[in-house]
């Protein structure tokens, strides 16, 4: 999953892909480099991010996934990368195919209803308070325990709204209200989450708490890293890697794939 982020203001590439032309060059060159999905979003969740309006989020990124759809086709899976249920209905109908929620439905009490209702598929994240403020001392006592608790209870609210189970996706929301520590202990348990009979998805990209293991301050110089993490993923049975840099880390999946299929 390549990410393509419509906003000023995101932590790594804030700005950068604010025109139509250069959102979609973005695109075209994330699918070359083996992007099967492109989750695309109008308002940045980086820690201290301000929300951004249902109008605002529309009128960013519908213009950009409908000049997607036309130039490259069907066969590339669009994701909308949105808490707002009036935002994911847009999206769906320019042509999105699945709703990525970072509150897992809290957020809108309507975004369950949408996607029971379009049969379309949607991540559900854990998060520890909102993007303004889940770094504002963020603390857990047994962060795995507590993390896989409430994607549990979001999946079966999910089911109680008539979403099906095969349509559900998890992501135990690396870097969102977590420590390092948190992060690093979500990462060694991973197998946890896989084992709850639903796909998992890992985003780990170019995050703050890898910069600081490797005394790196700049996003973009954990390209590496955030391969690593990527091929850790894989071996723990992670179906879904949302990332900045498609090319290396489709390099580190395929060769941790052929790896763990070695004896198959």
């Known amino acids: 999953m390549g990410i393509l982020n419509i ?3 995101s932590f790594s590439d804030g700005g ?3 025109s139509l032309d250069n959102a979609v060059t973005q ?6 480099d083996g992007a099967d999905i492109l989750d695309i979003g109008g308002e940045a969740t980086n820690p201290g991010a301000e929300p951004v309006s249902a109008e605002a989020q529309i009128e960013r990124v519908v213009p950009v996934i409908i000049a997607i759809r036309q130039q490259l086709g069907a066969e590339l899976l669009i994701s909308i990368d949105t808490t707002l249920h009036a935002v994911a209905a847009a999206a769906l109908d320019a042509g999105a195919n699945i709703i990525n929620d ?8 309507h975004m369950f209803a949408l996607a029971a209702k379009r049969d379309v598929p949607i991540i559900l994240m854990h998060m520890q308070g909102t993007p303004k403020t889940m770094q504002e001392n963020p603390f857990y006592e047994d962060v795995v325990a507590e993390v896989l608790d409430f994607l549990q209870k979001r999946v079966a609210a999910a089911l109680q709204s008539g979403i099906k189970a095969h349509n559900i996706v998890l992501d135990p929301g690396i870097g969102f209200g977590k420590r390092k520590v948190d992060n690093l202990t979500l990462l060694a348990h991973l197998q946890q989450f896989t084992d709850s009979g639903y796909p998992v998805l890992l985003g780990t990209s170019r995050k703050r708490f890898m910069g600081a293991i490797c005394a790196v301050n700049a996003p973009a110089e954990l390209v590496t890293a955030t391969a690593v993490t990527t091929a850790l993923g894989v071996m723990a049975g992670v179906k879904l890697f949302r990332v900045h840099d498609v090319l290396e880390n489709r390099q580190a999946l395929e060769i941790a794939w052929a ?3 070695a004896d198959e």
């Open 27 to 32: 695109a075209k060159q994330m699918h070359t």
């Open 7 to 9: 906003t000023p203001n």
């Open 259 to 261: 790896i763990k299929t």
């Open 102 to 109: 970072i509150s897992a439905g809290l957020h809108d009490p």
């Open 16 to 18: 950068l892909f604010i």
